[in-house]
């Protein structure tokens, strides 16, 4: 089976543009979440989704968006990019609901550069 | 609010020796506690989790984590290191339970870990 499957793997941009980054989360899994790791740090939060509704968001500002899709593939869109959004961009799926036992599954991820 | 705090940026072992990277946690509710592993330029692999039951969870590559509420801790253990160990490990804890909980994964720092031939 196809693991979290995220596009682009790298790209470059920059400031002031728009980005859209895509994922594609395990067949079956209804859930996915995108994280924000910056070099040298841990991910943070910035969405989650169930069933194709916003379920949480985390303290991003507004030029960050995201939905999903009918077939709970997901795009995560950054407007107005600044230097600091450069960060390696990562994409979760999981089987369960909100409350998820059963842990989540990564992609390899989204390097975004603002230049 | 929930926290996540790993003791340590850098641990360095030498190839068989033990082990052991440190997190403690802070949560207002029983937690679902989880560790991860992430090697370079790659995504974040998971190691093993606790949800509910038995304290002490075996992982996949040897590893194992022992959950002590008393102590809010869920310390990473391995008998005898690899040097395919060497890695970013990452501590995080869920807010899986009480009303309005998103699921969302609180991550800690995370601990490099080198390993020594």
């Known amino acids: 089976d196809a693991g979290v499957t995220q596009s682009p793997t790298h790209l470059i941009k920059t400031r002031g543009q728009h980005v859209t980054l895509r994922c594609s989360p395990i067949?079956?899994?209804?859930?996915v979440s995108w994280y924000q790791q910056v070099l040298g740090q841990g991910p943070q939060f910035i969405f989650q989704?169930?069933?194709?509704?916003?379920?949480g968001r985390g303290n991003f500002p507004d030029r960050f968006s995201a939905r999903q899709f009918p077939n709970y593939s997901s795009e995560l869109n950054v407007n107005a990019l600044l230097l600091g959004d450069s960060a390696l961009y990562l994409c979760?799926?999981?089987?369960?609901?909100?409350?998820?036992?059963?842990?989540?599954?990564f992609g390899s991820g989204t390097r975004l550069t603002v230049v | 609010a929930q926290s996540v705090t790993q003791l340590g940026s850098h641990v360095s072992v030498s190839e068989g020796a033990l082990v052991l990277l440190r997190c403690n946690y802070s949560?207002?509710?029983?937690?679902?506690l989880f560790w991860y592993v992430q090697y370079p330029n790659q995504g974040l692999q998971l190691l093993l989790k606790y949800t509910t039951g038995a304290t002490l969870v075996k992982g996949i590559n040897g590893f194992e984590a022992e959950f002590k509420k008393s102590e809010t801790s869920f310390h990473l253990t391995k008998p005898s290191a690899h040097m395919s160990d060497a890695a970013e490990y990452f501590c995080?804890?869920?807010?899986?339970?009480?009303?309005?909980?998103?699921?969302?994964?609180?991550f800690g720092q995370g601990t490099t870990l080198q390993v020594k031939p």
């Open positions: 979760a799926s999981t089987l369960g609901g909100l409350a998820s036992a059963y842990g989540y599954t």
């Open positions: 989704y169930y069933e194709k509704e916003e379920r």
């Open positions: 995080a804890v869920s807010d899986s339970r009480g009303s309005g909980n998103t699921g969302k994964l609180i």
């Open positions: 067949s079956g899994h209804k859930s």
């Open positions: 949560s207002s509710v029983p937690p679902y």
